[in-house]
């Protein structure tokens, strides 16, 4: 009974085509770190407002690791729907255009998870900003990481 499934899902997984199987190749969107809000930063002793700061700083460079990972998955997908989107349009019958409108979407679909990814990217450099600018306006902290102006 098992190996009836199991062939039965390599079939499923075989006839659906690369382009769906690699939907979930790449997983989820690597979420963004937590990154204390300026108000926190300035309620913060000095001592934790450094500790803070620098613990953002390595979360957000252990997130880019996983995004950059994330985004060469998609890269890699995005190349292979296209040399695959390449090959069903020089086949030119009618069991080509349904691949090749699969294929297609997939590709959209690629480039709106990269999309999203570039938000979330976004969205977590300008939270690390405003933490920086509100580090860097206290008085009485070490300021070597600050940008000089």
């Known amino acids: ?12 997984i075989a006839w659906t085509g690369t382009a769906a199987a690699q939907e979930f190749l790449c997983g989820d969107l690597p979420i963004g770190p937590v990154i204390p809000s300026p108000a926190d930063i300035v309620k913060k002793s000095p001592a ?33 729907d296209k040399r695959e989107l390449g090959e069903a349009q ?4 009618k069991t080509d255009q349904k691949k090749i409108d ?5 590709i959209t679909d690629l480039g709106h998870d990269w999309d999203a990814s570039v938000d979330e990217e976004e969205r977590v450099v ?15 902290v070490n300021r070597a990481s600050c940008p000089k102006s």
């Open 1 to 12: 009974m098992l190996a009836k499934f199991s062939l039965a899902a390599l079939v499923v």
């Open 48 to 80: 934790d407002a450094e500790v803070a700061q620098r613990g953002a700083f390595l979360d957000i460079k252990r997130w880019q690791g996983a995004l950059k990972s994330y985004r060469d998955c998609i890269n890699a997908s995005d190349d292979t």
């Open 90 to 93: 020089r086949g030119g019958d």
């Open 102 to 106: 699969k294929i297609t979407a997939a």
């Open 126 to 140: 300008n939270q690390f900003h405003a933490l920086q600018v509100a580090y860097c306006g206290r008085t009485d």
